[in-house]
Antibody, heavy 119, light 107 residues
């Protein structure tokens, strides 16, 4: 079945980086975009960035510009989100989601990866 | 950035009730509006896309309407599994933005 499976929970110290993976299966990876969204405790969903899995084009939220990098490995059908300069406010669940054309509604979601930033 | 405002932020309802949730965009987004359901500890689930199109597999008691800046999600007859948080999202322009969510609780 169509699914996105993310890597496991992470605990990081302030200033460190984290890299979360998102492995796609059940569909042609390069035909869809992958979005990254996070949700801090009790907060609304927040879009971080997007990658066109076909050509590798990316776009990032200005809020995370300079700190976030989204990449993909087409041979592994996997997208990655790396966030650097972690601070306590980055403690959140991070989700990847598939963009469903033509409007790119998020029709398939990963299970989420909890990232905790604590000294 | 386009701001998405949902109301109410929470509501209490009984099984069988008709429930309506509204979402307002700070500028016109045509019909680039999607609705999600989220249960505690789970990823969101797409219910409605393009303002009024039911996602495959979603029960017909869910419906969406609106265009421009004002949108609604309606649950025609609430079932126990519908108690959750509902969020709207605009996909009209980057950055993609979400509403603050509406928590539907059992009365």
């Amino acid at each position: 079945q169509v699914q996105l499976v993310q890597s496991g929970a992470e605990v990081k110290k302030p200033g460190a980086s984290v890299k979360v993976s998102c492995k796609a299966s059940g569909y042609t990876f390069t035909n869809y975009a992958i979005y990254w969204v996070r949700q801090a405790p009790g907060q609304r969903l927040e879009w971080m960035g997007w990658i066109n899995a076909g050509n590798g084009d990316t776009k990032y939220s200005q809020k995370f510009q300079g700190r976030v990098t989204i990449t993909r490995d087409t041979s592994a059908s996997t997208a990655y989100m790396e966030l650097s300069g972690l601070r306590s406010e980055d403690t959140a669940v991070y989700y990847c989601a598939r963009g469903f054309p033509p409007d790119d509604a998020f029709d398939i979601w990963g299970q989420g990866t909890m990232v905790t930033v604590s000294s | 950035d386009i701001k998405m405002t949902q109301s109410p932020s929470s509501l209490s309802a009984s099984v069988g009730d008709r429930v309506t949730i509204t979402c307002r965009a700070s500028q016109s987004i045509n019909n680039y509006l999607n609705w999600y359901q989220q249960k505690p500890g789970k990823a969101p689930k797409l219910l409605i896309y393009a303002a009024s199109t039911l996602q495959s597999g979603v029960p017909s008691r869910f419906s969406g309407s609106g265009s421009g800046t004002d949108f609604t999600l309606t649950i025609s007859s609430l079932l126990p599994e519908d108690f959750a948080t509902y969020s709207c999202q605009q996909s009209y322009s980057f950055p993609v933005t979400f509403g603050g969510g509406t928590k539907v609780e059992i009365k």
